[in-house]
C-alpha cells in the first residue's frame, strides 16, 4: 500500500484530508472610504424608467458584487453591476445612502 501512496505522492496528490492541509493565507480586503462615493439618479435612456446609480466605489469586482447583492436583498429590487458601478432599479437614493453609511462609507448625494 506504501508504494501507492508515494506513486500518488509524486503525481501530486496529498493523502492529509483537506481540514488539514494548510489554505493558502488570505490577506483581509481593505477597503479605501475616504474617498466618498456619490448615488445619482438616471433616467436617460431607460425610457423614463428611473434607476439609482452608485458610483466610486472601490474597484473591487468581488466586492461590488456582494454590495449589489446585500443591497438588493435589502431593499427588495432588482439591480446589476455594470462599469464599475452598482444601478438598482427606482428610486434608492435614501435607503442606499443609510445602507452604505453604515459600511463606512462617506456618500454624497449627486444631480437633482
Known amino acids: 500500500m506504501s508504494d501507492l501512496f508515494e506513486q500518488l505522492k509524486n503525481l501530486g496528490f496529498n493523502r492529509l484530508p483537506d481540514s488539514e492541509q494548510a489554505a493558502p493565507e488570505q490577506q483581509p480586503l481593505s477597503i ?38 446585500q443591497l438588493r436583498k435589502q431593499l427588495s429590487v432588482g439591480g446589476a453591476v455594470k462599469d464599475g458601478t452598482i444601478e438598482l432599479q ?8 443609510s445602507w452604505l453609511e453604515q459600511q463606512g462609507f462617506r456618500v454624497k448625494l449627486a444631480g437633482g
Not at 90 to 97: F, L, Y
Open 32 to 69: 479605501d472610504t475616504s474617498q466618498p462615493v456619490k448615488i445619482q439618479r438616471q433616467t436617460k435612456g431607460r425610457n423614463g424608467k428611473g434607476v439609482t446609480v452608485i458610483m466610486q466605489l472601490p474597484d473591487n469586482v468581488e466586492l461590488l458584487e456582494n454590495y449589489a447583492k
Open 90 to 97: 427606482g428610486d434608492q437614493r435614501q435607503a442606499a445612502k
